[in-house]
């Protein structure tokens, strides 16, 4: 049932941070905007024992900041780009549209496929920005402001401020590629509010304490990095479509892949420092942006649809809503499992209800996975 997605971490450099070593080694050649530290799933597991071995490697991570980091590096020249701009190729693949089987768009011209695909990289490249500005910078601001318990240290404070500083730099690329791709192809679509930022804003609008919003924030931010990654491998190796989506999605990713194993690592500091209360509220938010992440987005498609002249929109978005209006199919919510099992989440049944409630697990997956690691 879960996708995975193998073929960009194939092409990607990769390294090691081992636990015992004070230096990031390298395993294969890649030539790109950036060198990227890589951490693999075994290093992961080997530090997840003791909080020393998560500050360890956070060290690591802030030290090699400047060598693997989009910002501190060429980056993209986004007026080169620009020239070399092929009108013939798509902008986006039509696999991943939400309605790409539907009779409707079957049936439509192909100059409006062709629109309706380059709408899809503008709402790609604009969901891409809700996350690092609305999702990611608030909770980092909140670990730099000392908010957020047992996140406090100065390495997780100065990874924080690392990180804001990429998420600066991944919205301005978003924001240029748009403005490339709308000005190309003549568009001036409007993007409303993502079904992640509108459920995250509700929830801690029904929130009465702070500590409460700065973890539901917290925790909708570790699944938006421990997803980004797949999010972006979508598009980051397709040499069918527009060499400057190829090119802008594969620099993001980069950074990306080191915040998601980054974010998993503090996952697990936060969960033993917070108080039974906290740990409490946390095992019952952290399930919920899984969904939320999952959202096919079809209110924002029946405006985009509607704003670029498609008479079947109502029908096409309305068929699409009788599915679902989520595909969890698309998303591989595996590692954010994984991570509530390791982090302890998963030894209280509130934990293990509030996935169940999600109809993320089930009992039985739950059964195999502690029968698992008794044997490790």
């Avoid at 780009?81 to 693949?93: G, H, M, R, T, V």
């Avoid at 695909?117 to 490249?125: E, F, K, Q, T």
């Avoid at 925790?219 to 040499?239: G, M, N, P, W």
């Amino acid at each position: 049932m879960l996708t995975l997605f193998p073929n960009y971490v194939k092409k990607t450099k990769q390294f090691t941070v081992q636990p015992d070593k004070s230096e990031v080694v390298s395993q294969s050649s890649h030539t790109g905007p950036a060198n990227v530290p890589l951490i693999t799933d075994s290093s992961f597991n080997e530090a997840a024992e003791t909080d020393s071995h998560v500050n360890n490697l956070m060290q690591k991570i802030v030290k090699v900041w400047g060598k693997h980091s989009v910002v501190r590096s060429r980056g993209l020249d986004f007026e080169e780009q620009a020239l070399i701009f092929n009108p013939e190729k798509n902008d986006f693949l039509e696999s991943l549209l939400p309605f790409a089987e539907q009779e409707a768009y079957y049936q439509a011209p192909e100059s409006m496929k062709k629109k309706i695909l380059s709408c899809g990289w503008i709402i790609y490249n604009e969901k891409t920005l809700a996350i690092e500005t609305e999702i990611v910078t608030p909770a980092c601001n909140s670990i730099i402001n000392g908010r957020i318990p047992g996140l406090t240290s100065s390495c997780f404070r100065e990874f924080a401020s690392e990180t804001l500083v990429d998420e600066a730099y991944h919205s301005y690329m978003v924001t240029k590629a748009n403005a490339i791709t709308r000005k190309e192809r003549n568009l001036d679509v409007q993007v409303p509010l993502f079904t992640l930022v509108k459920e995250l804003n509700a929830y801690k609008n029904s929130l009465s304490l702070d500590w409460e919003k700065d973890l539901a924030q917290m925790a909708t931010a570790i699944v938006s990095e421990v997803f980004i990654s797949d999010y972006l491998s979508l598009l980051s190796t397709d040499q069918n479509i527009q060499p400057l989506n190829t090119a802008t999605v594969e620099a993001h990713m980069k950074d990306e892949l080191v915040h998601g194993y980054a974010f998993k690592w503090l996952t697990k500091t936060l969960y033993k420092s917070l108080s039974p209360e906290q740990q409490m509220f946390f095992c019952k938010i952290l399930p919920k942006p899984i969904r939320w992440f999952a959202s096919k987005e079809l209110d924002i498609w029946g405006n985009v649809l509607q704003q670029i002249g498609f008479k079947e929109h109502k029908s096409l978005i309305e068929e699409c809503r009788l599915k679902s209006d989520q595909d969890l199919q698309k998303i591989n919510y595996s590692p954010i499992i994984k991570l509530a099992s390791e982090s302890g989440i998963f030894a209280t049944q509130i934990g293990i209800k509030a996935f169940e409630d999600e109809g993320l697990i089930s009992n039985s997956s739950i059964s195999k996975m502690g029968k698992m690691r008794s044997k490790l």
